[in-house]
């Protein structure tokens, strides 16, 4: 048995083993911290996790190499920032070892004058509980004293690449025999069909969307803004279709994202929104393959010369 363990031991290979763990798909976090004397640290991690419901305790590990444990171990509190789909950017900044990782960062301070990033997917603000060792890490258990749900969709890790959330297929069968299910003469009528075929769209689609991190209200801003059909802020508001004060806040996180700039007329896209609209546009175009590859190009410009009668356009 002993002979057994020590060949377990010589020949373990770490590699391997990290690339066998990169199996389970994680969610991504930064850890921040601010100690007494203002040293602010944030670190990204995927290595968080649950502990307990009562009292309400999480953990993550840290390297004990890091340079940056010294201040977790210091302060008094932390926190957990879950990443949104559009953190990328954001995730590799406080991956690598720079001198201010919170250059251009917008944050709040929280309990114990913990750092919380903006627009995150949730944010935990924690006591530290305690600090384990294990092995190469050290283990904190923090007890959360304070959390936001905000909803959007969070930025995965899986097997040394970052992804999103989305459905998984089998939730989206439909019934075979739909017709059969729903015969007569409701399926003859145009305005329950219309409904029931934007509901069916949005269902598929909307979820493709929403993986990117953008709320609905914050995508259809940018494509209508990347279209320019809307000139002036009163225009935006009849081509976003949503209420004055769901837009105003929309447009405040993309500003604040750097992807609008409110010129007090209007809004404008910067390079960086004309990017991120592009990127969404090409989910809406390769769904609508999806949904419609199938018809003619005759048949496709037919049905949107109908919806555009119908819109008035």
């Known amino acids: 048995m002993n002979s057994m363990n020590i060949q377990i031991e010589t020949g373990f290979d770490s590699k391997a083993f990290r690339?066998?763990?990169?199996?389970?798909?994680?969610?991504?976090?930064?850890?921040?911290?601010?100690?007494?004397?203002?040293?602010?640290?944030?670190?990204?991690?995927?290595s968080f996790n649950s502990v307990s419901l009562d009292p309400p305790l999480i953990l993550w590990s840290i390297d004990?190499?890091?340079?940056?444990?010294?201040?977790?171990?210091?302060?008094?509190?932390f926190a957990v920032n879950i990443l949104s789909a559009d953190h990328i950017e954001l995730s590799n900044q406080f991956a690598r070892s720079k001198d201010d990782k919170y250059a251009n960062v917008d944050f709040d301070l929280g309990a114990g004058n913990a750092p919380l990033l903006k627009e995150c997917s949730a944010v935990f603000e924690c006591e530290r509980y305690n600090i384990l060792e294990g092995g190469d890490h050290w283990i904190i258990l923090g007890r959360v004293v304070n959390?936001?749900?905000?909803?959007?969709?969070?930025?995965?890790?899986?097997?040394?690449?970052?992804?999103?959330?989305?459905?998984?297929?089998?939730?989206?069968?439909?019934?075979?025999?739909?017709?059969?299910?729903f015969p007569g003469r409701l399926y003859n009528n145009l305005y329950y069909l219309l409904?029931?075929?934007?509901?069916?769209?949005?269902?598929?689609?909307?979820?493709?969307?929403?993986?990117?991190?953008?709320?609905?209200?914050?995508?259809?801003?940018?494509?209508?803004l990347e279209s320019k059909t809307a000139t002036c802020k009163d225009d935006l508001i009849r081509e976003v279709a949503m209420p004055l004060r769901e837009i105003e806040q929309a447009a405040e996180i993309l500003v604040r994202k750097g992807l609008l700039v409110d010129t007090?007329?209007?809004?404008?896209?910067?390079?960086?929104?004309?990017?991120?609209?592009?990127?969404l546009y090409h989910i809406g175009e390769s769904h609508q393959e999806d949904v419609f590859g199938h018809?003619?190009?005759?048949?496709?410009?037919?049905?949107?010369?109908?919806?555009?009668?119908?819109?008035g356009i």
């Open 64 to 77: 004990k190499r890091s340079s940056s444990f010294a201040v977790f171990a210091e302060a008094t509190h």
């Open 19 to 46: 690339r066998a763990l990169g199996n389970f798909a994680t969610g991504v976090t930064i850890m921040t911290a601010q100690n007494e004397q203002g040293e602010k640290v944030g670190v990204t991690a995927n």
């Open 264 to 279: 007090g007329h209007a809004y404008e896209l910067t390079e960086k929104g004309i990017k991120t609209a592009q990127m």
């Open 147 to 181: 959390f936001q749900d905000n909803g959007r969709s969070p930025l995965l890790y899986h097997q040394g690449a970052y992804s999103s959330v989305l459905p998984h297929p089998s939730l989206n069968a439909k019934a075979e025999n739909d017709a059969e299910i």
């Open 195 to 224: 409904t029931q075929a934007v509901r069916a769209y949005s269902n598929d689609y909307q979820p493709k969307q929403l993986a990117s991190g953008f709320r609905t209200s914050e995508a259809r801003m940018l494509l209508v």
């Open 295 to 311: 018809y003619s190009e005759q048949d496709k410009a037919l049905f949107k010369n109908m919806l555009k009668d119908l819109i």
